[in-house]
């Protein structure tokens, strides 16, 4: 279980409008961006071998991860009103 199950996340890139995601959705996002560029990861982020744990990782422990230059990815937990 993770602190997020329920949570949606705000997501903020380089030139995108920010958009609303869910852990899962994050997660899927998170994987493709991880297995475009494997060689900037964070050490702590790079112990784990399999790149969904990257992103589980990523999403438990960081709210942002280096994409290139002039770039940006970042995303926060919210909480949305029901």
Do not use: H
């Amino acid at each position: 279980m993770s602190l997020y199950d329920e949570d949606t996340f705000v997501v903020l890139e380089t030139n995108q409008p920010e958009q609303f995601l869910t852990v899962v959705e994050l997660l899927e996002k998170l994987k493709s961006v991880l297995a475009s560029t494997p060689e900037d990861l964070p050490r702590d982020v790079q112990k784990f071998s399999a790149v969904e744990d990257q992103a589980k990782y990523l999403i438990d422990t960081y709210c942002e991860l280096d994409v290139g230059p002039g770039k940006f990815l970042q995303w926060y937990a919210v909480r949305l009103e029901k």
